[in-house]
């Protein structure tokens, strides 16, 4: 498999203590009902296990069976979806959280063997 690429953009929070974060990025296809495709970008973290997406983008994509839950304090649904990042496709489990939340979780990012950081060039490499 190739490496697949994401990004880094960097964020003032305008706390100056924490002052400038990274915020690592990567764009992933989702596959729904009926086959509906759609491009979400998600924030790559260790915050989670599952996948976080907003239920307003479940919905576009098909994903909207799922079993009432709660995570971090935010209500949604859990269900499985089908998740490809660069030619790895997967199905995995996605929290669609009533929030605004996008971010892939740690059980994505084990699929991969090697995840690089690359903070002077803003790079992202899955291998």
Do not use: H
């Not at 491009?39 to 989670?48: C, F, V």
């Not at 009533?98 to 063997?113: N, P, R």
């Amino acid at each position: 498999m190739n490496a697949v690429e994401g990004w880094i953009e960097y964020e003032d929070t305008g706390v100056g203590e924490v002052g400038i974060v990274a915020r690592p990025r990567i764009s992933v296809s989702f596959e729904g009902a009926q086959g509906r495709v759609r491009k979400k970008t998600l924030d790559i973290g260790t915050q989670s296990d599952s996948v976080i997406i907003p239920q307003s983008f479940a919905v576009t994509v098909g994903l909207t069976s799922g079993k009432p839950a709660a995570a971090n304090g935010e209500r949604g649904d859990l269900t499985t979806g089908k998740l490809t990042i660069g030619e790895k496709t997967m199905r995995t489990i996605v929290f669609c959280s009533e929030g605004e939340a996008s971010l892939l979780g740690m059980k994505v990012i084990q699929e991969f063997s090697k995840l690089e950081f690359d903070f002077r060039q803003r790079i992202v490499r899955f291998t």
